[in-house]
């Protein structure tokens, strides 16, 4: 079965840090660029960060640069966000995607849907005092 999953979510203090990995299965994981994405409740999903193939190249959107560090291990088969200094707007579940194309623009980091190949299911982040 192809498919990613997500793991390392829970419930942290303001100021605290994270973990989250994103492992595939069924497939090799160093033929795509890898992203995690975002979606808080009553929001739109947004990109946070993404790894090109070899670990080359990362993207950050503003809301998360210098506090959230994207990298993989491809002979893990696995992609990490390290998530420090966390903050309540950081409260989302999290999402990995298999995908070509993710850049950044204006601050944002940009994908295109029809582009992403596999979607992992989600980990709860909540960061509350």
């Known amino acids: 079965q192809l498919q990613l999953v997500e793991s390392g979510g829970g419930l942290v203090q303001p100021g605290g840090s994270l973990r989250l990995s994103c492992a595939a299965s069924g497939f090799a994981l160093n033929s795509y660029t890898i992203a995690w994405f975002r979606q808080a409740p009553g929001k739109e999903r947004e990109g946070v960060s993404c790894?090109?193939?070899?670990?080359?190249?990362?993207n950050y959107a503003d809301s998360v640069k210098d506090r959230f560090t994207i990298s993989r291990d491809n002979a893990k088969n696995t992609v990490y966000l390290q998530m420090n200094s966390l903050k309540p707007e950081d409260t989302a579940v999290y999402y990995c995607a298999a995908l070509t194309f993710c850049q950044t623009a204006f601050g944002l980091v940009v994908t295109i849907e029809s582009d992403i190949d596999y979607w992992g299911q989600g980990t709860q982040v909540a960061v509350s005092s």
């Open positions: 790894i090109t193939r070899d670990g080359g190249s990362t």
